[in-house]
């Protein structure tokens, strides 16, 4: 053919690549972005008069996870007041040089009390450091299927070291006692955010420790590159631990920013915080020819909100998936990079659930910020007509009757 390349003047012509590509990615950033961030959303006080703001102590502040007890209307809080000044995830340090902040503590509440009982755990960690440094995210309990034993896990995002880990606790009621028993780190439990773990006493080390999902909220570390993952890269993932190898086996790769996990020994429930959406997951277990179990997910289905998600609570019993977000994301990452100061307005609260045998999604409850702000885990005790929320950074946690 005369007359040049067939391609000329077309809009895949070579040299319309640079102008084509950024315009891909920044169409790709507004498409997520805007639902993200929240700006129109009309955010109302909805089902609120029945609930109370549960607070007193000094330390029971920034409580970003609690786990409900097998006990009925009791609940296990992991706190992090530091979280004011640094914010390990969001990228947020305030800290002066030389400054530590106040180590996380993890809280045993009796709500359906009245009043409600607070008591703070004392730690007895002798035989490890960790303490110095231990700032949580995620929470969970283990149960033993056959001695019973009470096992609180918690993630560790450390201030001064890029050093994650899993601790274990175990838990003492009567006394409010835990024994630190036993420190997880792995090259390839990095940056992790929530952990849901597997009661399967197949899946059990010889000591007893469980196996267990994790999610990988970023795959940087830097401040600045996790930014830009979050909006143009899928970069996030979710990884199990298993405990009869001591090795990482692949969960999910391929998300935006992977938060809140939750589910039972055969579904996993992922909060996928960008998408605003939760995934859910059947999980397939297999044993090799040497007799080790192992692992996969198959994809189930999608729930979508209109909030970022944030933790996630599974009623087994009635199949029902409580989603705690932020229905104004930008308004909290705003607030987070703030001084705090009473013309900066509290981010507000949401609280969702997924019928998961229907397929339907409603609203639980919705706070401007006025009574309880930045939620972020939120759960239901049918037994004592409760839904308990906690808040990322908030006073204690609230406790609506339902």
Known sequence: MAGGSPFKGSWFYFRNWGFLIPLAYFTSFLYMFIPFSGLFNEVKDFNVEECAKVAGPKDFNHCEDFIL???????????DPARAKRNVVMGINKLLPGERGVGSGLWRIDYASTPAVIDKFTVDAQQSNFMSDYHTLGINLDIHPVTGEKTLVTV????FSNNPSIEFFSVDDNSIHLVHKRTINHPE?????????????????DD????FFFSRDHYFNNVYLNKIENYFFFLSSVGFYNARTGQVEKGVHGLSFANGLTGTDDVLFIAETFKRSTKQYKIITTVDEKGLPHVHLDFVSEAKYNMAVDNLHYNVEKQLLVVAGHPKALQLVNYVGSDYTQETPKP???????DVVSGETKTLMQDDGGLFATSTTGA???????????????????????
């Open 189 to 205: 439990i990095y940056n992790p955010n929530s952990i849901h773990i597997i009661n399967d006493v197949r899946f059990r080390a």
């Open 208 to 211: 007893g420790t469980p196996s």
């Open 156 to 159: 560790n995002r450390p201030h």
């Open 69 to 79: 007890s097998n006990d009925t209307g009791v609940a296990y809080v992991a706190c």
């Open 380 to 402: 239901l005790d049918l037994t004592h007509s409760k839904l308990v929320v906690s808040g990322l950074y908030e006073e204690g946690v609230l406790i609506c009757d339902i």
């Open 348 to 354: 507000p609260s949401q609280v969702d659930i997924w």
